[in-house]
């Protein structure tokens, strides 16, 4: 199983999620930062549970993200 | 000669706005939320800490720029307008902005609007484009002196004005961090680390050390210095009124992500340059004054950027900070006593003796600086020093407010185990 977390407050909206996995990320048309599709907010700290043929992405979307705000497990 | 300057500061926090007043900022200039140059400081304010600036500044006769100097994708308009409706609301004084998006948008509500140095102005016709929009114009960094005097007289001569009906206010950048790059335009950080510079995440790859190979035959060329691209910090304060005769209107000073000392400290000094140039009573002696001062505190080593029309920069010769003293944590304010003017601290690190320079920072109280004449501790009377765990109390002069930090000031080489 895959676990995404995301500490949205600190995203600086540079959109690098979104491209390389649209399908999870979206851009907030309200506030500009990115949004984890899916995820449930806890104090600021957004998770999703996946399955596995999602990872490889993800690790890529974490690996691109400048501020480092994205955890995969 | 000039009759009127103003002396623009940097502030990351409310400790760093405070400092800047302090020092005798005419005005200050912030970030909000990531679509500012400083993105990644944590330092940087939301909001809903608008009205509470707009206030402060307000009430010590300081105009406020909130920067708003990212480049702006598709998705950041609504919270670009929103931003720029906040600063109307809430009586901020202009916004700083680089993208057309921006400047178009505030300039519709209302707002006023200074072009970024992000907008890399360097020539008058530019200077005319942007008058439909903006009343004060951040130059280029990499103009010399002669061309931002060319300019000046330019928008005189030409009467360029800004929407206001004044003629347009030429800005430029009197102290702190340069980069190599063509002022921000630097794509080094996104090439290496993703981190766009132009989105306010700059990883400063400039400031590290490098080694230049030759891929044919493997050899290393010969460098003098392994900081190929970390230029020097900017300072002006020894030719400021040479500056200051070009016709430039607003200094500004760099560094929304420097401490509160650093805003104060730099400030204080360039308010006095500003001013015994207006007095006519700038000397070298003066200069002296200011350059030793400057020195004790966050810098990269000096030099006068490129105003001088030199033929290359200048590059620093180590990493981090070469300032000769830096400010230790030791503890924090646990009382005042206003009828005497006494500040009381736990003393949370280290230790602190009669003599020793202290720094007290907070965000309403800013930057107090003091030496400890005479030390109390918990309730045996007055002490030599005062140790971790220990409550100690001293004159503060100024009002200090719980939570507000003590810091000790010590030389810069000095090893944390004897201080």
């Known amino acids: 199983m895959l676990i995404i977390t995301f500490k949205r407050q600190k995203c600086i909206g540079c959109n690098y999620c979104k491209e390389i996995a649209p399908k999870r990320w979206q851009m907030s048309k309200k506030d500009g930062k990115s949004n984890l599709i899916g995820a449930i907010n806890k104090k600021g700290f957004w998770t999703i549970k996946l399955g596995e043929e999602e990872r490889d992405e993800n690790e890529r979307v974490a690996n691109a993200c400048p501020v480092k705000i994205i955890e995969i497990r | ?419």
């Open chain 2, 1 to 419: 000669m000039q009759q009127k300057v103003e002396l623009l500061a940097p502030a990351g926090n409310f400790e760093c706005m405070v400092a800047a007043i302090q020092g005798g900022a005419d005005a200050v200039y912030f970030g909000v939320e990531q679509l500012n140059m400083r993105a990644r400081a944590t330092m940087n304010f939301v909001i809903e800490d608008l009205p509470a600036i707009a206030h402060l500044c307000k009430q010590h006769k300081v105009r406020s720029y909130l920067t708003l100097n990212t480049i702006i994708y598709d998705h950041d308009i609504s919270m670009m307008r929103h931003i720029v409706n906040e600063v109307k609301r809430t009586g901020i004084d202009a916004i700083i902005a680089a993208d057309q998006a921006v400047i178009s948008y505030a300039f519709k509500k209302g707002v006023e609007v200074h072009i970024s140095t992000q907008a890399n102005i360097t020539n008058i016709e530019t200077i005319e484009f942007y008058s439909h929009f903006a009343d004060v114009m951040v130059l280029s960094r990499e103009l010399s002196l002669n061309q931002i005097k060319q300019i000046c007289k330019a928008i005189e001569k030409q009467q360029i004005k800004g929407p206001s009906g004044k003629l347009v206010e030429i800005e430029v950048f009197a102290h702190g961090a340069l980069c190599m790059a063509v002022s921000g335009k630097c794509h080094l950080s996104l090439h290496t680390q993703n981190a766009s510079a132009n989105r306010g995440v700059c990883v400063q790859n400039c400031r590290r050390r490098y080694k230049v190979i030759d891929l044919e035959d493997g050899h290393e060329l010969e460098l003098d210095n392994e900081y190929i691209m970390s230029a020097k910090d900017l300072c002006t304060i020894n030719f400021i009124d040479q500056l200051l005769d070009t016709g430039v209107k607003v200094l500004k000073i760099e560094g929304r992500g420097k401490a509160p000392d650093y805003v104060k400290t730099v400030t204080r000094c360039y308010r006095e340059a500003i001013d015994s140039y207006l007095s006519n009573n700038y000397t070298s002696e003066r200069v002296e004054d200011w350059m030793s001062r400057l020195y004790n505190v966050y810098n990269r080593g000096f030099w006068g950027g490129y105003y001088l029309g030199r033929e290359m920069g200048e590059w620093a010769d180590s990493s981090g900070s070469q300032a000769l003293t830096k400010k230790i944590y030791i503890g924090k304010a646990t009382n005042y006593y206003a009828r005497s003017g006494i500040g009381e601290f736990l003393i949370e690190a280290y230790s602190v003796k009669i003599g020793q320079q202290v720094m007290i920072i907070g965000p309403t109280t800013g930057v107090i600086e003091t030496t400890i004449n005479t030390l109390h501790v918990n309730n045996d009377g007055a002490k030599e020093s005062a140790e971790k765990g220990d409550y100690c109390s001293f004159e503060t002069g100024i009002q200090v407010r719980n939570s507000d930090k003590l810091y000790k000031i010590v030389p810069a080489k000095e090893e944390l185990s004897v201080c």
